[in-house]
């Protein structure tokens, strides 16, 4: 298995609270990934990063802000939790993707953080 | 129209079927496809990548039709362990060539 690991695994907050989650890789993939996993939804793309602070957005980015200060490091900020943004987050990985060759490598997903917003 | 479409299901077969899963993708410039794995609760797993010519994996087999703009995944002699959800992804360009995944489809295989 890939050396992907997300903390904290479970987070129960209150609405308006800010909350870090944190992607930590040990396969020195340059290209990583935070989706929300919602039921009717599927997954779908927050923020992504194609190297040590650079980012861009997803589909789904309002309320969401990133940092990649490290190759191994990635986090998500909900800079202020709303009840909307329950859900599970899942952090991925992979080696290239198809920015520059049109072809995208496999992805490595984390084991997921399941947040609760009250 | 949402890129990428799957039937939810849930497809519900016994032991031993043969079931068949489609995905259609909406950008006919697409380039990657490939089919993961989830189980309940747990992240997606690679299942397999789909290839031009198609591609076969033990009792997987995927396979590609530009023309129609689908994937598809045929599963053989089907197992309980078989039961998870199947989502598609297909790399699709626009500027950044980010995985597009479709909702997935559930699977039950019952004895």
């Known amino acids: 298995d890939a050396g992907i690991t997300q903390s904290p695994r479970h987070k129960v907050t209150e609405t308006g609270t800010p909350v870090t989650l944190r992607c930590h890789q040990t396969?020195?993939?340059?290209?990583m990934y935070w989706y929300r996993q919602d039921p009717g939804h599927g997954l779908r793309l927050i923020h992504y990063?194609?190297?040590?602070?650079?980012?861009d957005k997803g589909e789904v980015s309002d309320g969401y802000s990133v940092s990649r200060s490290k190759t191994e490091d990635f986090l998500l900020t909900l800079e202020s939790a709303t009840s909307s943004q329950t859900s599970v987050y899942f952090c991925?990985?992979?080696?290239?993707?198809?920015?520059?060759?049109?072809?995208?490598?496999?992805?490595?997903f984390g084991p997921g953080t399941r947040l609760t917003v009250l | 129209r949402k890129e990428v479409e799957q039937d939810p299901g849930p497809f519900n077969v016994p032991e031993g079927a043969t079931v068949a899963f489609n995905c259609t993708y909406s950008?006919?410039?697409?380039?990657?496809f490939f089919w993961y794995r989830q189980d309940c609760r747990k992240e997606p797993k690679l299942l397999m990548s789909?290839?031009?010519s198609g591609n076969e994996d033990g009792r997987f087999t995927a396979q590609l039709n530009r023309a129609s703009q689908y994937i598809s995944l045929l599963i053989r002699d089907s197992k309980l362990s078989d039961s998870a959800t199947y989502l598609c992804?297909?790399?699709?360009?626009?500027?950044?060539?980010?995985?597009?995944f479709g909702r997935g489809t559930s699977l039950i295989v019952h004895p």
């Open positions: 991925a990985i992979s080696e290239s993707s198809g920015r520059t060759s049109g072809y995208t490598d496999t992805q490595y």
């Open positions: 396969e020195n993939h340059r290209y």
């Open positions: 990063s194609y190297g040590v602070k650079d980012t």
């Open positions: 950008n006919s410039a697409s380039q990657s």
């Open positions: 789909v290839y031009s």
């Open positions: 992804v297909v790399n699709s360009p626009g500027g950044s060539y980010i995985p597009t």
